[in-house]
T-cell receptor, first 111, second 116 residues
Framework: RKEVEQDPGPFNVPEGATVAFNCTYSNSASQSFFWYRQDCRKEPKLLMSVYSSGNEDGRFTAQLNRASQYISLLIRDSKLSDSATYLCVVISNFGNEKLTFGTGTRLTIIP | DAGVTQSPTHLIKTRGQQVTLRCSPKSGHDTVSWYQQALGQGPQFIFQYYEEEERQRGNFPDRFSGHQFPNYSSELNVNALLLGDSALYLC???????????????FGPGTRLTVL
């Protein structure tokens, strides 16, 4: 079983729609959780950290469910510029900065 | 303030050759991590350098080695290249905070290696 699993998509959604991505992780001791965004042929960039209490940044909302070992990302009012691959990322142990990535979910926003 | 830089941007090698990739961390960062990203996959952790020593290593063979210099820059060396080594090689830098924690990792643009 992969440490971090994501639906690879692709997700093709119309502009203005709401889209949700899910991710599961296998190590129950995992400490830190993130969503990264990667544009085609570019480097990954941190989109947001994910906290147990949930957190929101503009149109983006991230949730963590430790009991189910599940992370989600919600994008509201999607824009053409949101088209990218979204990577779910986990750090397994405190003090261990190895980022474990999912395969990524590819999102295309259609005009 | 320069971000993470990597060189070269693209590289073509043949099987059996050796390659060296370079990374300069973001100003103020002292830790460098290397990742390999194959097409259609997420990045895979290779190893991390701090204080000029390899601190952690992922599931990569000994053909993959590295070095960190006193100015915190780093090199990734791959010997006896295989076709399967073709990938985007990403360098990420971060800084060590108190109590062993580190700040967010910032990625460089990567080096795209093609092995023929």
């Amino acid at each position: 079983r992969k440490e971090v699993e994501q639906d690879p998509g692709p997700f093709n959604v119309p502009e203005g729609a709401t889209v949700a991505f899910n991710c599961t992780y296998s190590n129950s001791a995992s400490q830190s959780f993130f969503w990264y965004r990667q544009d085609c042929r570019k480097e990954p960039k941190l989109l947001m950290s994910v906290y147990s209490s949930g957190n929101e940044d503009g149109r983006f909302t991230a949730q963590l469910n430790r009991a189910s070992q599940y992370i989600s990302l919600l994008i509201r009012d999607s824009k053409l510029s949101d088209s990218a691959t979204y990577l779910c990322v986990v750090i397994s142990n405190f003090g261990n900065e190895k980022l474990t990535f999912g395969t990524g979910t590819r999102l295309t926003i259609i005009p | 303030d320069a971000g993470v830089t990597q060189s070269p941007t693209h590289l073509i090698k043949t099987r059996g050759q050796q390659v060296t990739l370079r990374c300069s961390p973001k100003s103020g960062h002292d830790t460098v991590s290397w990742y390999q990203q194959a097409l259609g996959q997420g990045p895979q952790f290779i190893f991390q350098y701090y204080e000029e020593e390899e601190r952690q290593r992922g599931n990569f063979p000994d053909r993959f080695s590295g070095h960190q210099f006193p100015n915190y820059s780093s090199e990734l060396n791959v010997n006896a290249l295989l076709l399967g080594d073709s990938a985007l090689y990403l360098c990420a830098s971060s800084s060590r905070l108190r109590q062993g924690r580190r700040d967010t990792q910032y990625f460089g643009p990567g080096t795209r290696l093609t092995v023929l």
